[in-house]
């Protein structure tokens, strides 16, 4: 049988594993942070007629540019924004790609501040991009000082930021973003995946964005609108910004039944966002439970909750596992993830920590 290695694959993928968590039939999946709700049944036929109307011209190609759709994200997000400050995709890792193809590539480098989310050094890879692993403190957190003093240290051409970081959960202060605003030589990304799961009073990058011209904030339908079936996201920048990835973006890229199912999604916003606030409920009902009960726990401005386990965090993996409750191990020692799910799914995996530390 032929193998990887019989086959003149390039010499830096040798060796590595493709991105993935595991898809596992357990009882409650809580390692992917998707929305656990489903989507509601007017949401449902509103999407079916919206997708039927495609279905005539599947044979014509879509709106190359996604113009309505990226028109509707802009009314959604405010600030001002109009389609000309957005640009959609399959997900916000074809919008990082696309960015790192733009602005990266071979010769070029990109810092992220790790432990953050595992897509960005292996989008680094696949664009042929070095990478460099910054450092964030002790506690997961990210300071002005610590910040500046690395971007000013490796002079990257693309620096990520998440906002609230993936695996820890805590949103970014402002004052980071705009001190690397300061002193990078190149684009700035925010990756704002879990945005609209912050709690009260956390500021968005989008604020930045007058009069910062390589601030880039990405965001996607996956997380707080239950769409991750439906694989859209996109980003927010200067226009500039959205002509430069243009010029490395597949044609059609979008097809004409992302774009209806996401604009359907997006006019019935009010009923799929309603899911937020009971997820957020969940997610500090988790916090401060396993607080109570001696565990750390990072600060969670997502749908997800950080969480420190005696010994070894895959023997603790797999006693979750066997309990029917699967979460996400995420490469930390004496470290777990889970998804803040339904009341019912949090009962499960309280109860299943509960066997856990008997």
Same mark, same amino acid.
Request: net charge negative; proline share 6%; hydrophobic share 45%.
């Given at each position: 049988?032929?193998?990887?290695?019989?086959?003149?694959?390039?010499?830096?993928?040798?060796?590595?594993?493709?991105?993935?968590?595991?898809?596992?039939?357990?009882?409650?999946?809580?390692?992917?942070?998707?929305?656990?709700?489903?989507?509601?049944?007017?949401?449902?036929?509103?999407?079916?007629?919206?997708?039927?109307?495609?279905?005539?011209?599947?044979?014509?190609?879509?709106?190359?540019?996604?113009?309505?759709?990226?028109?509707?994200?802009?009314?959604?997000?405010?600030?001002?924004? +109009?389609?000309?400050?957005?640009?959609?995709?399959?997900?916000?890792?074809?919008?990082?790609?696309?960015?790192?193809?733009?602005?990266?590539?071979?010769?070029?480098?990109?810092?992220?501040? +790790?432990?953050?989310?595992?897509?960005?050094?292996?989008? %680094?890879?696949? +664009?042929?991009?070095?990478?460099?692993?910054?450092?964030?403190?002790?506690?997961?957190?990210?300071?002005?000082? #610590?910040?500046?003093?690395?971007?000013?240290?490796?002079?990257? #051409?693309?620096?990520?930021?998440?906002?609230?970081?993936?695996?820890? /959960?805590?949103?970014?202060?402002?004052?980071?973003?705009?001190?690397?605003?300061?002193?990078?030589? /190149?684009?700035?990304?925010? #990756?704002?995946?879990?945005?609209?799961?912050?709690?009260?009073?956390?500021?968005?990058?989008?604020?930045?964005?007058?009069?910062?011209?390589?601030?880039?904030?990405?965001?996607?339908?996956?997380?707080?609108?239950?769409?991750?079936?439906?694989?859209?996201?996109?980003?927010?920048?200067?226009?500039?910004?959205?002509?430069?990835?243009?010029?490395?973006?597949?044609?059609?890229?979008?097809?004409?039944?992302?774009?209806?199912?996401?604009?359907?999604?997006?006019?019935?916003?009010?009923?799929?966002?309603?899911?937020?606030? %009971?997820?957020?409920?969940?997610?500090?009902?988790?916090?401060?439970?396993?607080?109570?009960?001696?565990?750390?726990?990072?600060?969670?401005?997502?749908?997800?909750?950080?969480?420190?386990?005696? /010994?070894?965090?895959?023997?603790?993996?797999?006693?979750?596992?066997?309990?029917?409750?699967?979460?996400?191990?995420? /490469?930390?020692?004496?470290?777990?993830?889970?998804?803040?799910?339904?009341?019912?799914?949090?009962?499960?995996?309280?109860?299943?920590?509960?066997?856990?530390?008997?």
């Amino acid at each position: 049988m032929t193998t990887l290695d019989d086959l003149p694959i390039r010499d830096d993928l040798r060796g590595r594993s493709p991105y993935g968590a595991p898809q596992l039939d357990v009882a409650v999946r809580l390692n992917t942070n998707e929305n656990s709700y489903p989507v509601p049944d007017a949401v449902v036929d509103a999407i079916g007629k919206a997708v039927a109307a495609e279905l005539r011209d599947l044979n014509r190609y879509p709106d190359r540019d996604a113009l309505a759709l990226r028109a509707d994200l802009a009314d959604y997000l405010g600030h001002g924004l +109009t389609a000309g400050h957005v640009w959609a995709a399959n997900g916000s890792n074809e919008i990082q790609q696309q960015l790192l193809q733009a602005f990266a590539g071979p010769g070029r480098v990109a810092l992220g501040f +790790t432990p953050a989310y595992s897509m960005h050094p292996l989008l %680094a890879l696949g +664009t042929g991009t070095g990478w460099v692993a910054g450092r964030r403190g002790a506690d997961f957190g990210l300071t002005v000082d #610590d910040a500046v003093s690395q971007v000013r240290a490796h002079h990257p #051409d693309v620096v990520f930021l998440c906002s609230p970081n993936n695996p820890t /959960g805590t949103a970014l202060d402002p004052a980071v973003i705009g001190a690397v605003l300061d002193v990078a030589p /190149g684009m700035v990304v925010v #990756d704002e995946a879990y945005a609209e799961f912050a709690r009260a009073g956390t500021r968005t990058a989008l604020e930045l964005l007058p009069g910062h011209p390589r601030l880039v904030v990405t965001r996607t339908m996956s997380k707080a609108f239950g769409f991750a079936g439906g694989r859209l996201g996109y980003l927010v920048a200067d226009p500039a910004v959205v002509d430069a990835v243009q010029l490395v973006r597949l044609p059609y890229h979008l097809s004409a039944l992302t774009q209806a199912a996401a604009r359907a999604a997006l006019a019935h916003r009010g009923a799929l966002l309603a899911s937020v606030a %009971a997820i957020r409920e969940q997610r500090d009902r988790i916090v401060g439970e396993l607080r109570r009960r001696g565990h750390r726990v990072a600060d969670s401005d997502a749908n997800f909750v950080l969480f420190s386990v005696d /010994g070894d965090q895959a023997v603790a993996w797999r006693a979750l596992l066997d309990a029917g409750v699967l979460v996400r191990d995420v /490469g930390l020692p004496g470290w777990l993830r889970v998804t803040a799910g339904t009341p019912a799914e949090t009962d499960a995996f309280l109860d299943a920590m509960e066997v856990l530390s008997r």
